[in-house]
């Protein structure tokens, strides 16, 4: 998992070689959730499933910059907060916060409250309603970048998913959306957003999701651009 740093460890123990960890119900995740109950729901039912809604890309893609130098656990758990600070992420609401918007979050205890992580919330905000009105929606422009299935890892092994920290897509996007006027979306944080959204799957073989998400992604209708 990009930029994934590790939370206090729990009593289960990754296998050195595959890089899973068996669950209390005897079935084999990938080694991030670390046996933290809402960590491996997470894992289970969000990280990799094929997203297309508008208002959770645009959730993520922030949460994700929050995340910077903090562990994505740390963010999760104070989603519910970020939430009720952010309008629930209706970016179309979110551009129209004020200076009094800013003062309001950095007195949130119940967020990261970091005055250029805010300010830039705001700012994407208003980039993402750029994005809408040029592509038809945040679905078909992030989409549009999704990498190609011959330039993935044949197998995404324990080795190899340590290596994906970022990518020349995500490198691309990243780069794109500087232009744009977007600001924390490096290509590290923007991986990382690729990865939860389901643009790649990179649940290790053998974890009970890498089956799944490969499905999903199969069946997954990719939004398209509006001309």
Wanted: charged share 35%; hydrophobic share 35%.
């Amino acid at each position: 998992m990009a930029d994934q740093k590790t939370e206090k460890p729990s009593k289960a123990e990754r296998d050195p070689e595959t890089g899973l960890l068996q669950g209390a119900d005897g079935k084999s995740r990938c080694w991030w959730h670390n046996g933290l109950e809402d960590y491996e729901r997470y894992h289970d039912t969000e990280w990799g499933w094929p997203v297309d809604e508008d208002r959770r890309l645009f959730e993520k893609i922030c949460l994700e910059g929050f995340q910077s130098g903090l562990s994505w656990l740390t963010i999760l758990r104070k989603r519910e907060a970020f939430r009720k600070a952010f309008a629930n992420f209706e970016f179309e609401k979110v551009a129209r916060f004020t200076e009094k918007d800013v003062e309001r979050c950095l007195q949130d205890a119940g967020i990261v409250r970091h005055r250029k992580k805010i300010e830039s919330t705001i700012n994407n905000a208003n980039r993402a309603l750029e994005l809408k009105a040029e592509f038809g929606s945040l679905a078909a422009y992030f989409w549009s970048h999704e990498p190609k299935a011959e330039n993935r890892p044949e197998r995404i092994d324990f080795e190899t998913a340590r290596t994906l920290g970022k990518t020349d897509e995500s490198t691309a996007l990243s780069k794109d959306l500087k232009k744009r006027g977007w600001s924390f979306v490096g290509p590290t944080t923007v991986y990382a957003f690729m990865q939860s959204m389901g643009m790649v799957n990179d649940h290790l073989e053998g974890c009970i999701c890498r089956d799944k998400i490969d499905r999903a992604r199969a069946d997954f209708k990719r939004p398209v651009i509006k001309s």
